[in-house]
């Protein structure tokens, strides 16, 4: 900044010909255009480098501001986790990161410096949700153990859970969250008690027939009975259902359940006499089970034999 003051104290002289009151208009006339023109060229010039050293220095500041910035943060975030009293691992992970970040900033590879802050920044995160994560999925995995009604439930549980141990032990809490998410979905579906009816509606559909590819690539003709969920009280849920055609799951409140072609053609026959199914069930799904049991009753022919659930789609 001092050279610029130098380097415009040079121009001083014209500046006091041309614009002795800060203004051009007094002072350059049509007879001395010309002349301030030829006069004013290297002025420019001055201007221009005067311009660009204020930019640099800027640019310096900015630079040493960022660092400053960088390095009270990663002294504060560092201290924090110390405080925070996290288990080894993640300790020694922290302070590698930050030990990485001060020598990169003692480098003046600010942008290097500010990823290793992003990256304490995340830890520091991590060390807050594993103060608490422990606690969700014992409270999980213990409700699921108290309400499951069948081995499957619980097997699935105590698979999971031994999983959600090990990332305990490694302190990996993207994965534990992960394992944490798959215990409450399990103990949500084993809390769910609900009715699978077919749909009933004249406007609606309460069938489809359409082709689909098996787990073996072959390409079937596919029966398909449109359901809904209703809980006691007769409302619909929405509820989480796979989609056998590109394997993601869905949150909907109606959905397409595979049947043989015979099961198929009994509700079609029953619709069209009148309108109306008459025994619209198709499955129960009880409290503490994971899978409804299909409970089917057309004319007779499916009175209480079970119908093995195939595969099931979300959108037709």
Do not use: H
């Not at 081995?151 to 490694?170: F, G, S, V």
């Not at 084993?190 to 073996?216: A, F, M, P, V, W």
């Amino acid at each position: 900044m001092l050279n610029a003051e130098l380097t415009l104290k040079g121009t001083d002289e014209f500046f006091l010909v041309f614009c002795s009151d800060g203004t051009s208009s007094d002072n350059i006339t049509r007879k001395n255009y010309q002349e301030a023109q030829q006069q004013f060229r290297p002025i420019e010039s001055v201007l221009d480098s005067v311009v660009t050293s204020i930019r640099s220095s800027n640019e310096l500041l900015n630079r040493q501001e960022q660092m400053f910035s960088a390095q009270k943060s990663l002294d504060s975030l560092i201290l924090e986790i110390e405080n925070s009293n996290p288990p080894q691992v993640l300790m020694e992970r922290a302070k590698l990161i930050y030990e990485n970040g001060i020598t990169s900033l003692r480098n003046k590879q600010v942008e290097k410096g500010l990823e290793y802050r992003k990256n304490l920044e995340d830890l520091s995160t991590d060390v807050k949700e594993l103060s608490v994560l422990p606690a969700q999925l014992n409270q999980l995995y213990s409700s699921i153990k108290s309400v499951a009604e069948e081995r499957e439930a619980i097997d699935q549980a105590d698979k999971i859970n031994q999983e959600a141990q090990t990332y305990l032990k490694t302190a990996d809490v993207k994965n534990l969250k992960q394992t944490i998410q798959r215990l409450s979905e399990i103990d949500s579906i084993l809390k769910q008690d609900y009715k699978i009816t077919i749909i009933n509606r004249q406007d609606l559909k309460s069938g489809i027939d359409r082709y689909y590819t098996d787990e073996n690539g072959k390409r079937s003709s596919g029966y398909y009975l449109i359901v809904e969920a209703k809980d006691k009280s007769g409302r619909v849920m929405s509820i989480l259902i796979e989609n056998e055609e590109d394997g993601k799951t869905y949150k909907v409140d109606m959905w397409g359940e595979r049947v043989p072609e015979e099961v198929y053609e009994a509700v079609k026959e029953d619709k069209i006499d009148n309108g109306i199914i008459n025994d619209d069930e198709f499955g129960l799904k009880r409290r503490g089970y994971i899978n409804p049991e299909i409970t089917m009753k057309i004319g007779g022919v499916f009175r209480k034999k079970p119908i093995e659930r195939a595969g099931q789609i979300t959108n037709w």
